[in-house]
């Protein structure tokens, strides 16, 4: 629930869902009906599905039977770090280098560990530059110095903390060349910038339905239909046998209402976000003339940069009491960084690019959304001067 | 709010006195499964979980705060140092002194809060000098104002003790009545950081080379006869009976306590009950809670949880010397010795010296 005094800006973390997406999955909540039953129940559960699947592919661009739905965005991530290791380790025992960056989500990053240290993966995490945009040279020599032993090349679209748009045309020319093949995570890119799954020429694709209006705990792995993926989960055999589970015929319409839409109207809606988000960024460091972006600049920001993503660094204040005091104001929005039992930690992605420690925890990540207004930016900046003084003078 | 039933009511109580509250869980530990595991204890991640959902239904914000270095620094440093230098640290008394009402207060000041409110059981009275004064809880059994005897006026005037009027019973109730889950979770008695109250086993592994010994003997105060041998000094307090592995009982029949730690030459020293008998008191660092008092009589705690000592008390700028009416046993250097009048705490110091004057026949 959210009282109508707040100011949410943090879309980035989650959005509301689009009506047309809560349309969807009220209109199918009360309906009976396993999607892999055979009956008429079963049989109009299963056409609500593949309807979806259909809506889905035509937004992204894929053919509708590379579309695996998932429980989200960290499961599909599972499924394509792991499933894709598995099987090409299966296919050639040399095949278990992983390449990937440093500035990861979580979802690749830990099963990357995981691999690492219970399946024999050796796992690389490429360097980024202070924008955090990978090195593609570094990934290129990584590759060149032994194509044939690399499993799989993972590497997310856009940074969810920063924003930074990454290479993943390139990444994809230089796997191509040796048919390793790509994951992307484009959680944070689908309906926010421009994705065509045929088109970026990558192997395997995450989304999610929460962060472009969708409802929570339904996603989706776009998958090329001629890469084989072992399995996380063993049952039913639904989803080409990758994905076992009854299928949540609900959700999966939502889902797919969500991402139609949300592609739909994604110029226009990646238009208005880019300027309340620059907007943000000029007012807020002309009130506080030490706060800085980090990423990509507002210059390069049309091309390099989530529209929506506003990662700003406070020197001298402690990101957690920033965002507790603009709590106490009503504005919502996130230190950008992951937690463990409620203790930040230092981003690993500022740390990747080149911030020091103290640099990595001085940060707030706004992120606007459908839902954004310019009355929102007017209260960040109506609050932010009072708030840092007393975030500098909760640090000394 | 550690995600026990004290701080839980404490915050739920301060809230509907209509105060703004915000609800903080301290992370104390750098790695939040490596100090201890299971649901008693302040480090763990059940811990911040329950505090989070007492925090919900009270119905106010909730955040963890990262203390760990502070903590470390101040607390678990301090301990082992104590340790090592053959003292017997009180941790708690140092957290509230340089975490709970330092570290913590000054950020929250900062913050633009005006207090801490914590789940100790003591209570605040306006005095008549305009001063806060710190007295003891009306539950005894629960009270905690040994371990406030650190607190001077300025962190007393921005704390605030909400469960001081209440026995611990009453509280459990009002926390199930207030469909707070963890009215029921049993009492933390332990050293938070110390898994299973070990504390030798602890210090044996985190001292490392900073231990002053790595063993010694066990000799007996009459005889100078060696009893035993030990594994570290750090494994002993004054007063301790338990624990000595003396191979043979003494000639007398009686229970040996460790009378005196060595820390450099290792050696402990043992003897009868008798023996462990002190009223001469030195003080050292004193804290005062108000007006510092140059003599007065009244009584002195030598230890959480231990009996009032009738006492006289004589401060010499950052010297407190105290005489007790009858002898007190077992009363380790680097314990609080807590000075009340009456309910009133007026101060603390570490104890760095005892002795005995008047051996009766």
Not at chain 1, 110 to 129: F, S
Not at chain 2, 92 to 118: H, M, P, Q, Y
Not at chain 2, 343 to 350: F, I, L, M, Q
Request: proline share 5%.
């Amino acid at each position: 629930m959210t009282e109508p005094a707040t100011v949410y800006l943090d879309h980035a973390a989650t959005t509301p869902m689009l009506p047309v997406a809560v349309e969807a999955m009220t209109a199918h909540l009360r309906d009976v009906g396993n999607a892999s039953s055979l009956h008429a129940s079963g049989r109009r559960a299963r056409r609500v599905v593949e309807e979806s699947r259909e809506t889905v592919a035509r937004a992204l661009g894929c053919r509708p039977g590379e579309v695996v739905f998932t429980s989200g965005g960290t499961e599909a991530d599972n499924l394509a770090v792991k499933g894709i290791y598995w099987s090409r380790r299966d296919a050639d025992p040399r095949r278990r280098r992983v390449l990937s960056t440093a500035v990861e989500h979580h979802a690749v990053l830990d099963p990357l560990d995981w691999l690492a240290e219970h399946e024999g993966a050796e796992v690389e995490l490429l360097p980024v530059d202070e924008r955090g945009r990978l090195l593609v040279e570094a990934l290129r020599e990584s590759i060149e110095r032994d194509p044939g032993s690399v499993a799989l090349v993972t590497v997310m679209w856009a940074n969810n903390e920063v924003g930074t748009l990454q290479p993943v045309d390139e990444v994809v020319r230089v796997a191509a060349a040796y048919e390793i093949p790509v994951h992307t995570d484009a959680v944070q890119a689908v309906g926010t910038v421009p994705v065509d799954f045929a088109a970026s020429g990558v192997d395997a694709l995450t989304l999610t339905g929460h962060k472009l209006g969708g409802p929570y705990g339904v996603g989706a792995l776009v998958l090329r239909r001629e890469l084989s993926v072992t399995p996380l989960g063993h049952g039913g055999g639904q989803e080409r046998d990758i994905r076992s589970g009854t299928l949540d015929t609900p959700g999966i319409a939502a889902f797919a209402a969500a991402v139609e839409a949300a592609v739909k109207a994604q110029p226009e809606h990646a238009e208005r976000m880019q300027g309340l988000r620059d907007d943000l960024v000029r007012q807020v460091i002309e009130a506080v003339p030490e706060a800085h972006l980090h990423g990509p600049q507002l210059e390069r920001a049309a091309t390099d940069r989530l529209p929506g993503n506003a990662h700003l660094g406070f020197p001298g204040c402690e990101g957690d009491s920033l965002l507790m005091l603009l709590d106490a104001h009503g504005i919502e929005c996130s230190t950008g960084s992951a937690c463990s039992a409620g203790v930040p930690q230092p981003s690993h992605v500022l740390l990747a690019m080149g911030c020091d420690e103290e640099q990595s925890r001085h940060s707030l990540r706004f992120s606007v959304g459908h839902t954004s207004t310019q009355a929102d930016i007017d209260a960040v900046v109506a609050a932010i001067v009072p708030v840092v003084e007393r975030a500098r003078a909760a640090r000394r | 709010m550690s995600g026990g039933v004290d701080s839980a009511v404490a915050a739920a109580r301060a809230a509907e006195a209509g105060h703004d509250v915000t609800g903080i869980h301290l992370a104390l530990s750098r790695n939040p499964a490596s100090y201890r595991s299971g649901a008693r204890g302040c480090c763990t991640i059940e811990d911040s979980n329950d505090a989070r959902r007492a925090a919900d239904v009270i119905g106010i914000p909730f955040y963890v705060w990262d203390l760990s270095d502070r903590f470390h620094e101040d607390v678990v440093e301090d301990f082992m140092d104590e340790y090592a230098a053959g003292r017997t640290p009180n941790p708690c008394l140092r957290c509230n002194e340089k975490i709970k009402f330092a570290a913590v207060l000054d950020r929250a000041l900062a913050l633009g809060f005006d207090a801490v409110a914590t789940g100790h059981y003591a209570q605040l009275r306006p005095g008549d000098d305009g001063l806060v004064e710190l007295h003891r809880a009306v539950d005894d059994g629960k009270d905690q104002s040994y371990v406030l005897g650190v607190l001077d006026q300025q962190q007393l005037r921005h704390s605030l003790f909400p469960l001081g009027d209440s026995p611990k019973r009453a509280v459990r109730e009002e926390a199930a009545r207030r469909g707070l889950l963890v009215a029921d979770k049993p009492d933390s008695h332990d050293i938070c950081f110390v898994a299973n109250g070990d504390n030798a086993g602890w210090l044996a592994e985190k001292l490392g080379d900073r231990a002053p010994n790595h063993g010694g003997e066990i000799v007996d105060s009459a005889s100078g006869e060696v009893l035993g041998r030990h594994e570290g000094t750090y494994g002993f307090t004054i007063g301790q009976r338990r624990g000595l592995r003396i191979g043979r009982p003494a000639p007398d029949g009686k229970p040996r306590f460790v009378l005196d730690i060595e820390p450099v030459s290792g050696t402990v020293t043992v003897g009868t009950r008798e023996e462990l008998a002190v009223d001469r008191i030195t003080g050292l660092d004193p804290r005062w809670c108000g007006t510092v008092p140059t003599s007065l009589t009244g009584t002195v705690q030598l230890r959480a949880h231990g009996q009032e000592h009738r006492a006289s008390v004589t401060v010499d700028d950052d010297e407190v010397a105290i005489e007790l009416v009858d002898p007190a046993y077992g009363i380790a250097p680097g314990q609080a010795a807590v000075i009340y009048d009456g309910t009133r705490v007026v101060g603390s110091a570490t104890i760095s010296a005892t002795s005995r004057v008047d051996v009766s026949p």
